[in-house]
């Protein structure tokens, strides 16, 4: 899905699955804490540990960072390519409630618990801003990246912004630009699964971090209110968005696909134990 809600329906063709940079050279970053949901992989860590993480990794080599919710995870179960391709990120947070409600049910629980994308690159956007890190912005509709450059630096007037492009011009044109801009940060806002797709395609053209991040773009920008403190508290955050984004109404049905997926594997484990159990 694009960051204004329309949805993408690529192929997942043999062109995905043997991309530029083969995405079964993976990373070996921190495999011992990821915890695998559905065949979906993610690292289980507080905000501030995965920040910690992702900043660890820039000192090594490049970084890419996904942050898949309950929606994208049933997304990813349901297409192989586009499943191999989320799992060959070097760090994979759980955007959503949904997927630590999954993570329980499946008898895998998330003690990290959620680590949303729009906090995720609040955090990053400091840590940059402390180092002197240059940030690229790719995503929005026009204007929007521009917007949310501006409000990212008005948060944190450290902030380098090495750039800003709209999501809805050439895509291809947009990794030159950001290659000229000697970019060491890149927040990819265009909606799963193109920005996962083009982060897999251009994650050696320059940068040190990709970062897929959807809809925060509209946030950063003040385009779009996130949800009341006491809805996040409350675990309601996804109610929130609904009601702001009537569009999502149609792949909300995701969700409980994915939440049956991880309870029939939570028990499918379970019953396998006990018979473990009675050998």
């Known amino acids: 899905f694009r960051s204004d809600g329309k949805q993408i329906e690529p192929d997942w063709g043999s062109e995905f699955l043997e991309a530029p940079h083969n995405i079964n050279e993976r990373r070996n970053v921190m495999k011992s804490l990821r915890t695998n ?81 729009v906090d995720l690159g609040l955090k990053i956007a400091e840590e940059c801003a402390a180092r002197g890190y240059r940030l690229f912005i790719l995503g929005g509709r026009n204007g929007v990246a521009e917007k949310a450059a501006e409000g990212l630096q008005c948060r944190y007037p450290k902030l380098i912004t090495a750039g800003f492009r709209d999501g809805f011009s050439s895509l291809s044109e947009a990794a030159d630009e950001i290659k000229n801009s000697r970019a060491d940060a890149v927040f990819v806002c265009l909606g799963s699964p193109l920005q996962e797709l083009w982060i897999n395609e251009h994650r050696y053209d320059g940068a040190k971090l990709y970062v897929g991040l959807g809809g925060s773009v509209n946030i950063y920008a003040e385009i779009s209110r996130r949800a009341p403190k006491m809805m996040i508290r409350m ?18 049905r995701r969700i409980p696909r994915f939440l049956f997926a991880a309870l029939t594997e939570g028990l499918r484990n379970e019953a396998l134990s006990y018979l473990g159990r009675l050998r």
């Open 37 to 117: 949901i559905c065949g979906i992989e993610f690292n289980d860590d507080t905000l501030n540990g995965i920040t910690d993480k992702i900043f660890t990794e820039i000192d090594k080599g490049v970084c890419t960072v996904f942050t898949p919710n309950s929606e994208i995870a049933e997304n990813a179960r349901e297409n192989p390519g586009f499943l191999a391709i989320l799992n060959s990120s070097d760090i994979s947070t759980a955007d959503g409630d949904g997927v630590i409600l999954a993570s329980k049910l499946a008898g895998k629980p998330i003690a990290g618990g959620k680590v949303a994308g």
């Open 235 to 252: 675990h309601l955050e996804w109610l929130w968005r609904l009601i702001s984004e009537p569009s999502r109404m149609p792949r909300i």
